[in-house]
């Protein structure tokens, strides 16, 4: 009886660990996100590594219980399933933290993050204890160190132009000569008239190889003739 009670009780003290090493290692990988603001930061990475280790244990505690079922039986055990469902449930809340701002689409990094802290979760559940340290280190290490490398890289990038000038139709074209004789690519236009206050609203979507000198550029536009305001973002 002792020696029943004491190997129910060792197994009770793993479940506990493997709950704990989730719960550390989905915190280290949300801890860089919450340092960096992103909307999903340490408590909820702590939370969907826990609950990725917790549902496979459930998983694990079914398959050690209804063992002696056959094919035949009319209830059958796949353990595949929680972890399907995981990795599709997961899906969703990574989706919540994905935001389009214009052109511009943030919190994908965020989303692949929570990806991430649920497969660690699923690792330490299923008693992969070395390879889910190896990918927490891994994961923070992508994400403190590549970021640098990311921004010295030359790339095209993308930005919201808009520009309020005069009614005048020969404003547009002396924006678009600009940009264009500027290096810039008109991606996307959008135009809006008002006619009360006599301005037109510009909306370029532009992008550009290499850096962005926006400050050089709202100077720039801000000092042709009939142009009143620029913003860049």
């Avoid at 003290?13 to 930061?41: D, Q, T, Y």
């Avoid at 009360?196 to 003739?225: N, Q, T, W």
Wanted: contains cysteine; aromatic residues 8%.
């Amino acid at each position: 009886m002792d020696l029943v009670a004491s190997g129910i009780l060792h197994y009770d003290f793993s479940l506990l660990g493997r709950l704990v090493l989730a719960a550390v290692l989905g915190g280290m990988l949300g801890f860089e996100r919450e340092i960096h603001g992103r909307p999903a930061g340490f408590r909820t990475h702590l939370l969907v590594a826990l609950g990725a280790c917790l549902m496979m244990l459930v998983s694990e505690f079914f398959l050690s219980k209804y063992n002696h079922l056959t094919s035949t039986s009319a209830i059958r055990i796949d353990p595949g399933r929680v972890a399907a469902q995981i990795v599709t449930g997961i899906g969703f809340l990574g989706a919540g933290a994905i935001i389009k701002d214009g052109s511009a689409v943030r919190g994908l990094t965020t989303a692949a993050c929570l990806w991430v802290a649920a497969g660690i979760g699923m690792a330490a559940g299923t008693g992969l204890y070395l390879l889910a340290v190896m990918v927490t280190g891994m994961s923070v290490g992508t994400l403190m160190f590549l970021k640098r490398v990311e921004k010295r890289m030359d790339k095209v990038r993308y930005g919201n132009l808009t520009v309020y000038c005069d009614i005048d139709p020969v404003i547009r074209q002396m924006l678009e000569d600009f940009l264009v004789s500027g290096g810039w690519r008109l991606v996307e236009t959008a135009v809006e008239k008002d006619k009360v206050a006599g301005e037109v609203r510009y909306d370029f979507v532009v992008s550009r190889y290499g850096g962005m000198e926006s400050i050089s550029l709202v100077d720039d536009l801000a000092a042709y003739e009939g142009v009143r305001k620029v913003r860049f973002r």
